[in-house]
C-alpha cells in the first residue's frame, strides 16, 4: 500500500474516532432541606450520625429513575457525586445540625467524643409510584457503647415529586432526608440519659 494510501486510511479511522462520543455523565449531589422546626432546648450530649444503610438496590452509583411501566431503571449516565449511603450519611448530619442549637451534632467525619449520642439509621425500603416518593426508615439513638440503652424510632415519609427525572429523584431523597432529620432531632433532644 502507498504512503498516500496509507495517510488517507489512517485519517479516515480518526474521523471515525472522533466522530464517536459517548454521552455525557451527569452528577448529582444530596442536598440539605430546610427544617420543619428548630429544636430551641437540647440538654442531651452531642449526636453523631455512626451509620446510614441504603436499601441494597439503591447502593450503586448510577441514578435508579421510574419507567412509564412502573419499574425502576438504572440511569447509565445519571451518577451520584459519591455511595449514596455515604452522602446521605452527610446530608442527614447537615440536617441535623440546621434542626438542633449549634455544637450538637458531629460531623461524620470527625472524631466521636466517649460521652457523645450515636444514631444509627437504617432505611429499609425507598420507592417512587407515578410523582410520589417514600421512604421507611428506622433508626437507633444511644450512649456510646450502649446499645441496650438506646431510643429507638421509626418513620414512614413521603414526598412528592414532579416528574421521574435524575434531579427530580435528587431532590425526593433530599426532601425524604431532611423529614427524616425531622424526627430524630425531636427524639434526641428527649433523649433521657440513665
Same mark, same amino acid.
Given at each position: 500500500?502507498?504512503?498516500?494510501?496509507?495517510?488517507?486510511?489512517?485519517?479516515?479511522?480518526?474521523? /471515525?474516532?472522533?466522530?464517536?462520543? #459517548?454521552?455525557?455523565?451527569?452528577?448529582?449531589? &444530596?442536598? $440539605?432541606?430546610?427544617? /420543619? #422546626? *428548630?429544636?430551641?432546648?437540647?440538654?442531651? %450530649? $452531642?449526636? *453523631?450520625? =455512626?451509620?446510614?444503610?441504603? %436499601?441494597?438496590?439503591?447502593?450503586?452509583? +448510577?441514578? @435508579?429513575?421510574?419507567?412509564?411501566?412502573?419499574? !425502576?431503571?438504572?440511569? =447509565?449516565?445519571?451518577?451520584?457525586?459519591?455511595? !449514596?449511603?455515604?452522602?446521605?450519611?452527610?446530608? &442527614?448530619? +447537615?440536617?441535623?445540625?440546621?434542626? !438542633? $442549637?449549634?455544637?450538637?451534632?458531629?460531623?461524620?467525619?470527625? #472524631?466521636?467524643? #466517649?460521652?457523645?449520642?450515636?444514631?444509627?439509621?437504617?432505611? @429499609? +425500603?425507598?420507592?417512587?409510584?407515578?410523582?410520589?416518593?417514600?421512604?421507611?426508615?428506622?433508626?437507633?439513638?444511644? %450512649?456510646?457503647? =450502649?446499645?441496650?440503652?438506646?431510643?429507638?424510632?421509626?418513620?414512614? !415519609?413521603?414526598?412528592?415529586?414532579?416528574?421521574? +427525572?435524575?434531579?427530580?429523584?435528587?431532590?425526593?431523597?433530599?426532601?425524604?432526608?431532611?423529614? @427524616?432529620?425531622?424526627?430524630?432531632?425531636? =427524639?434526641? /433532644?428527649?433523649?433521657? @440519659? $440513665?
Amino acid at each position: 500500500m502507498s504512503t498516500t494510501r496509507w495517510w488517507v486510511a489512517g485519517c479516515a479511522v480518526a474521523l /471515525a474516532i472522533g466522530g464517536c462520543r #459517548s454521552a455525557t455523565t451527569r452528577i448529582y449531589v &444530596l442536598a $440539605p432541606a430546610a427544617p /420543619a #422546626s *428548630h429544636v430551641d432546648v437540647y440538654r442531651a %450530649p $452531642p449526636l *453523631h450520625v =455512626d451509620s446510614l444503610n441504603v %436499601p441494597a438496590g439503591w447502593d450503586r452509583i +448510577e441514578i @435508579l429513575k421510574p419507567t412509564a411501566a412502573g419499574t !425502576l431503571q438504572i440511569g =447509565d449516565f445519571d451518577h451520584w457525586a459519591a455511595p !449514596l449511603g455515604q452522602m446521605a450519611r452527610q446530608t &442527614l448530619s +447537615e440536617d441535623l445540625d440546621q434542626r !438542633l $442549637p449549634a455544637g450538637s451534632v458531629i460531623y461524620p467525619r470527625l #472524631s466521636k467524643p #466517649s460521652d457523645s449520642l450515636g444514631v444509627n439509621v437504617d432505611i @429499609l +425500603e425507598f420507592d417512587i409510584v407515578a410523582s410520589q416518593a417514600s421512604m421507611r426508615a428506622s433508626w437507633i439513638i444511644a %450512649p456510646s457503647g =450502649d446499645a441496650q440503652g438506646g431510643k429507638r424510632g421509626a418513620a414512614s !415519609l413521603r414526598s412528592s415529586m414532579s416528574s421521574g +427525572e435524575p434531579a427530580a429523584v435528587a431532590r425526593a431523597w433530599s426532601d425524604l432526608i431532611g423529614q @427524616l432529620a425531622d424526627r430524630i432531632a425531636v =427524639d434526641a /433532644a428527649s433523649f433521657n @440519659l $440513665p
